[in-house]
Structure formats: structure tokens, C-alpha cells
């Protein structure tokens, strides 16, 4: 069974940087793509950032690149989201989720989701 933890949320103030972690257990996740996507109240689930396992190959929504990085470590089956440069905007709940295959930056083409941890960017 897929199993996805999410860590590393928190408040901070804007300008600020702050890690979120998911770990990935259940499954070997060598031919699956990684995502993060957040939700706002009231909003949809938006895509954040995703990549493949194996290779590497990322993708990023505009509204976060040159300030987020999503990384991998194959050895503790953790993806990392690293953001930069916070802004109010970014405040949400970000999640972790898995899909087999290539990235995808539509929410209903993944399979497995965290439970999600709250980012808070005050001003």
C-alpha cells in the first residue's frame, strides 16, 4: 500500500524560506513522478511543482519558479520542496502525491496523496 508523509510546514514571514518534506513508502517509486500541489480555502487544488523519479525531469507551475526547487533522494525515498522568496500567496496546504508514469500538473491524473501540511506566509 502507497504511503505518503508529508512534513516540514509552518508559519513564516514573508521573504523567508521553508523545506516540506514527503516520504514515500509501499511501492518501489522508480517509474512514478512525484508532485506537489497546494489548496487554498475556498480554492482549487492548484499544481505546485512535480518530478520523475528516475531521471530527474522536473516541472514547475510559473507562479513559483526561480523560487521553489523539488529534489529527490532515491536512498530515503524522500522528495523535498525547497521554497524561496515566500509571499503570503504561497499560503496553503501543500501536498505530496504519486502517479506512475511522466509528470502531470492536473491534480486527477495522480493516484496516491498525503495528508498535507500547512504552509502560513504572514506579511
Known amino acids: 500500500q502507497v504511503r505518503l508523509v508529508e512534513s516540514g510546514g509552518g508559519l513564516v514571514q514573508a521573504g523567508d524560506s521553508l523545506r516540506v518534506s514527503c516520504v514515500a513508502s509501499?511501492?518501489?517509486?522508480?517509474?512514478?513522478?512525484m508532485g506537489w500541489f497546494r489548496q487554498s480555502p475556498g480554492m482549487e487544488r492548484e499544481f505546485v511543482a512535480a518530478i520523475r523519479w528516475s531521471g530527474g525531469t522536473t516541472g514547475y507551475a510559473d507562479s513559483v519558479k526561480g523560487r521553489f526547487t523539488i529534489s529527490r533522494d532515491s536512498a530515503k525515498n524522500t522528495v523535498y520542496l525547497q521554497m524561496n522568496g515566500l509571499k503570503p500567496a504561497d499560503t496553503a496546504v501543500y501536498y505530496c502525491?504519486?502517479?506512475?508514469?511522466?509528470?502531470?500538473?492536473?491534480?486527477?491524473?495522480?493516484?496516491?496523496w498525503g495528508q498535507g501540511t500547512q504552509v502560513t506566509v504572514s506579511s
Open positions: 509501499g511501492r518501489t517509486f522508480s517509474r512514478y513522478a
Open positions: 502525491a504519486a502517479r506512475q508514469g511522466g509528470i502531470h500538473t492536473t491534480s486527477r491524473e495522480y493516484d496516491y
